[in-house]
């Protein structure tokens, strides 16, 4: 295998990201890569260009690995975060004209609502676990873990988000109507805004949240649902465990010139007390962790007042893929997410009818809002590039996003994931 690579190649700065560092090399392990490689490539329409000029995959869009050996040796290493770390580290590129995440479709696709469909055989996936790794003990989603689990990702920099998100700095799947994949080349950041509003009010009309109404929002990001629900006229309470997130939703929610309606709170979800009239949480859910979801669901129902109505906006995945993974490490997690793991509508309806007296409604699918939604950060994230670098963010950390971004927006365009609001009401 030659060493000459192109000049542009990425290399991470070692002392920075020493999770990058090539795993020791191993014959057996790399070479059960490039067998995995093959199956998967046999009927992919995708293509992967090694770097000795072999080349696998049916054609469609395509990626050039630079480094065949590297990234080989992480893909033998850990299954679940060998591929993402290997762009990371700079050891693939999709090919000049292919988007990251129109590459990445052809493979989330074999993940899709389908059951029969796997990257691997099933006499392959039995031996996924000597390459996978499991969930570590320090992402525990205790009161600790949580918010310092919490703190990793939504306390990066307040400044960075502001960056992408649009000027309600709602951190969520937006609701753009009609069919949100048309024209997805064409996604413009834009149109960004109303469709933040219109998800903001979907959630507050499910909860019929009115003039007077008593609010909670658990999770509540930089408050842009609870400013909104406030401008209805409505009491809130606003908690969340990330500091500061916390100190700069308070400022927002002042400059929005509601702070007589709006009290925010560093505060567990776990610890509120009180009665409300809705009870609201997007998105949060994915953080809580399994052995905490019926924790989560009593802690709504105790905080609703009678008559009162819950709604959680949540990412979900099918039931057997949540199965199949729940106690893997994944990229997503060691890099993005520490502790998180998506939940199915099963296990939601499962937890809260064992659990508690909720019944859970799904009133909207967002995963195609989603899908779009994360299109326009990405772009966003792109073009702002230079200004996010100037907060001090490096070459790598702007691969890391644009994967994350890419991996997701590909996981909601093929079905592998969606986004549900669910009302939860008493049986």
């Known amino acids: 295998m030659t060493d000459l690579l192109p000049a542009a190649v990425h290399q991470p700065v070692a002392e920075t990201w020493p999770t990058l560092a090539r795993p020791r090399s191993n014959p057996i392990?790399?070479?059960?890569?490039?067998?995995?490689?093959?199956?998967?490539?046999?009927?992919?329409?995708?293509?992967?260009?090694?770097?000795?000029?072999?080349s696998y995959g049916l054609g469609g869009p395509a990626m050039r690995v630079h480094r065949s050996a590297h990234f080989l040796d992480r893909l033998g290493h850990d299954a679940g975060s060998g591929f993402g770390e290997a762009y990371l580290a700079g050891d693939w590129d999709p090919e000049p004209g292919t988007d990251l995440a129109d590459l990445l479709v052809p493979f989330a696709e074999r993940f899709s609502n389908d059951e029969t469909r796997h990257l691997l055989p099933k006499w392959a996936q039995s031996l996924r676990w000597l390459?996978?790794?499991?969930?570590?003990?320090?992402?525990?989603?205790?009161?600790a873990g949580a918010r310092d689990n919490v703190s990793r990702h939504y306390d990066l920099s307040n400044a960075m988000f502001s960056e992408f998100l649009d000027p309600s700095l709602?951190?969520?799947?937006?609701?753009?109507?009609?069919?949100?994949?048309?024209?997805?080349?064409?996604?413009?950041?834009?149109?960004?805004?109303?469709?933040?509003?219109n998800k903001l009010d979907s959630i507050l009309d499910a909860a019929g949240v009115v003039s007077g109404s008593r609010v909670l929002d658990i999770g509540c990001g930089w408050a842009s649902l609870a400013i909104r629900a406030a401008q209805r006229g409505a009491w809130v309470t606003a908690i969340t465990i990330a500091s500061q997130q916390a100190l700069l939703a308070q400022r927002r929610i002042a400059d929005a010139?509601?702070?007589?309606?709006?009290?925010?709170?560093?505060?567990?979800?776990r610890d509120?007390?009180?009665?409300?009239?809705?009870?609201?949480?997007?998105?949060?859910?994915?953080?809580?962790?399994?052995?905490?979801?019926?924790?989560?669901?009593?802690a709504i129902e105790r905080r609703l007042a009678p008559g009162g109505v819950g709604v959680v906006q949540a990412i979900v995945m099918p039931h057997e893929r949540m199965l199949a993974t729940r106690n893997t490490f994944t990229w997503v997690q060691k890099y993005i997410f520490p502790g998180g793991l998506i939940p199915s509508i099963k296990v939601i309806d499962d937890v809260t009818r064992q659990h508690t007296g909720l019944r859970s409604e799904v009133v909207r699918h967002l995963g195609d809002d989603y899908a779009r939604t994360l299109r326009v950060w990405r772009n966003r994230f792109i073009d702002r590039w230079p200004a996010i670098a100037d907060l001090g963010f490096d070459?790598?950390?702007?691969?890391?996003?644009?994967?994350?971004?890419?991996?997701?927006?590909?996981?909601?365009?093929?079905?592998?994931?969606?986004?549900?609001?669910?009302?939860?009401?008493?049986?």
């Open 29 to 54: 392990r790399r070479a059960g890569a490039l067998a995995a490689i093959r199956m998967i490539a046999k009927d992919l329409p995708a293509t992967i260009h090694l770097d000795n000029n072999r």
């Open 131 to 143: 390459v996978t790794r499991s969930q570590p003990g320090e992402q525990e989603n205790d009161r």
């Open 170 to 197: 709602t951190y969520s799947a937006a609701y753009f109507g009609g069919d949100p994949l048309a024209d997805l080349a064409t996604a413009s950041y834009d149109e960004l805004s109303q469709a933040q509003l």
């Open 257 to 269: 010139g509601v702070g007589d309606r709006v009290q925010v709170a560093l505060r567990d979800y």
């Open 272 to 298: 509120q007390i009180g009665e409300f009239d809705a009870v609201l949480s997007v998105e949060m859910i994915e953080a809580v962790g399994e052995k905490y979801w019926p924790v989560y669901f009593d």
């Open 395 to 427: 070459g790598t950390f702007r691969r890391m996003w644009e994967f994350y971004l890419a991996y997701s927006e590909a996981g909601f365009r093929t079905g592998y994931l969606d986004d549900v609001q669910l009302r939860l009401t008493r049986r």
